[in-house]
């Protein structure tokens, strides 16, 4: 099992709900990322965790809220959105081994902000 | 601090024909450089990766990238293209692991009937 898998693919939600975003891996792998991409730009990194630890927050905002439960799921808990959040939400996941890492990604959550 | 220029925001092709698309990084350290393909409504899909010895890489779908650490480019090229090869790639850049990842603007390459 390769694959990052990632739900749901499609979200609108108004300002003022509280949604979550999940995503799951199933390769063992002990580092877990959300990025986030607007329309035709590169993916923004938000959040790192390592061994289920947050060890990188990229300064975003409390309104994003994430949470690793355990190895092989990684959620991102999201309330009081602004339209301006509207996104390709991506989780990816690697290997902790040293610098011959590659980035597993998922499919992504595109967001709509109302 | 690393950063990665892609020159070309937007290429067209017709079917059959090469396609080269061009990267430049800049970094104070030694670097791994990566390719990335992000077909419509997907994630990123890693198409080949430098980290050391050879300076020509072979990557999946017919891609290879040729690292030039004295023109410090890291250009992506496919001697013929099909439609399905249309996409936005990435050029990006670590001076360590996956969670220093410096992403590029993207290149568009539209390949033409």
């Known amino acids: 099992d390769t694959e990052v898998t990632q739900t749901p693919k499609h979200l609108v939600m108004g300002m003022t709900n509280k949604k979550s975003l999940k995503c799951e891996q199933h390769?063992?792998?002990?580092?877990m990322y959300w990025y986030k991409q607007k329309a035709k730009k590169p993916p923004e990194l938000m959040f790192v965790?390592?061994?289920?630890?947050?060890?990188i927050n990229e300064s975003v905002p409390s309104r994003f809220s994430p949470e690793c439960p355990n190895s092989s799921l990684l959620n991102l808990h999201l309330h009081a959105l602004q339209p301006e959040d509207s996104a390709l939400y991506l989780c990816?996941?690697?290997?902790?081994?040293?610098?011959?890492?590659?980035?597993?990604f998922g499919s992504g959550t595109q967001l709509s902000v109302l | 601090a690393q950063s990665v220029t892609q020159l070309d925001s937007q290429v067209p092709v017709f079917e059959e024909a090469p396609v080269e698309l061009r990267c430049n990084y800049s970094s104070s350290v030694s670097v791994y450089l990566f390719w990335y393909v992000q077909y419509p409504n997907q994630g990123l899909q890693l198409l080949l990766k430098y980290l050391s010895g050879s300076t020509l890489v072979k990557g999946i779908n017919g891609f290879e990238a040729e690292f030039n650490k004295s023109q410090t480019s890291f250009h992506l090229r496919k001697p013929s293209v099909h439609i399905s090869d249309t996409a936005e790639y990435f050029c990006a850049v670590s001076s360590g692991s996956a969670r220093q990842l410096t992403f590029g603007s993207g290149t568009q390459l539209t390949v033409l009937p």
């Open positions: 390769m063992g792998h002990r580092a």
């Open positions: 965790y390592s061994y289920e630890k947050l060890s």
């Open positions: 990816a996941s690697s290997r902790l081994k040293g610098n011959n890492e590659k980035l597993f």
